[in-house]
C-alpha cells in the first residue's frame, strides 16, 4: 500500500536540479508531497488531485499521471535550504481515509 | 493559528507505567491523526478520526489506545509499552488540502 519513490538519495550541488518520484500500484485520487528536515515534523508542500493540473511555486513543482499512478517532484536551481526528506503521500479517496507516506527520498544539497 | 500543539515533546515511560500523548489543533480540520516514525523510515500510519469517530485503526496493538475528545484535542494513551514502540509520535490534522503536522513527542520506553 506505500507508495514507492526513486530515488532512495540525492546529493547536489547548489543551483542543480532534481527530481523524484513516487509510484503506486493502486489507483490515487491525491498525492501530497513533504519535505522533513532532520528532527523536525513533515512539512506541507503541495497537493496534487485527481484530474488536475501540474502545481508548484517558483522552483519546486510537480506533476501527477493518473493512468499511470505516478506523481514527480521538480526541484529546480536548489538551495541549501532545499536540504531533507522527501516524502510523497497518497490518499486513494476524497473521504478522510487512510494516508500512506512514500518511503521517502533524501536529498543533500552542498555548497 | 495554522499551528498543530502537541505536548508533550519528550517522554521516557518504564514498561508498566500509564502515559498520554496530547495534540491539539485550532484550524478547524475534520480530520486527526497519530502516525509512529522510527529513525530513517516514513511515518507509518496508526490511527485516523474523522468528525471526532475513529474511522481507522491500523491493525494497532491494544496498548495504544486514542481517544478524541472535541474536534480540537486527541490524546493517545500509552500503557504496557515496549522497548520497540520507542520512536517520534506524530499528530495531524487535515481538511482534504494536504495535512498540517505537529513537531512531534520523541517517546522512549525503557
Known amino acids: 500500500q506505500q507508495p514507492v519513490q526513486s530515488p532512495q538519495a540525492v546529493i547536489l550541488r547548489e543551483g542543480e536540479d532534481a527530481v523524484i518520484n513516487c509510484s503506486s500500484s493502486?489507483?490515487?485520487?491525491?498525492v501530497h508531497w513533504y519535505r522533513q528536515k532532520h528532527g523536525e515534523a513533515p512539512v506541507f508542500l503541495m497537493i496534487l488531485l485527481k484530474g488536475g493540473e501540474q502545481k508548484g511555486h517558483e522552483k519546486i513543482s510537480a506533476s501527477f499521471n493518473e493512468k499511470k499512478q505516478q506523481s514527480s517532484l521538480y526541484l529546480t536551481a536548489s538551495q541549501l535550504s532545499y536540504s531533507g526528506t522527501y516524502f510523497c503521500g497518497t490518499d486513494n479517496s476524497h473521504v478522510f481515509n487512510k494516508f500512506y507516506f512514500g518511503s521517502g527520498t533524501k536529498l543533500n544539497v552542498k555548497p | 493559528d495554522t499551528e498543530v500543539t502537541q505536548t508533550p515533546k519528550h517522554l521516557v515511560m518504564g514498561m508498566t507505567n500509564k502515559k498520554s500523548l496530547k495534540c491539539e489543533q485550532h484550524m478547524g480540520h475534520r480530520a486527526m491523526y497519530w502516525y509512529k516514525q522510527k529513525a530513517k523510515k516514513p511515518p507509518e500510519l496508526m490511527f485516523v478520526?474523522?468528525?471526532?469517530?475513529?474511522?481507522i485503526n491500523e491493525s494497532v496493538p491494544s496498548r495504544f489506545s486514542p481517544e478524541c475528545p472535541n474536534s480540537s484535542l486527541l490524546n493517545l494513551h500509552l500503557h504496557a509499552l515496549q522497548p520497540e514502540d520507542s520512536a517520534l509520535y506524530l499528530c495531524?490534522?487535515?481538511?482534504?488540502?494536504?495535512?498540517?503536522f505537529g513537531s512531534g513527542t520523541r517517546l522512549t520506553v525503557v
Open positions: 493502486k489507483a490515487l485520487y491525491s
Open positions: 495531524a490534522s487535515g481538511d482534504g488540502e494536504g495535512y498540517t
Open positions: 478520526y474523522s468528525y471526532e469517530k475513529l474511522s
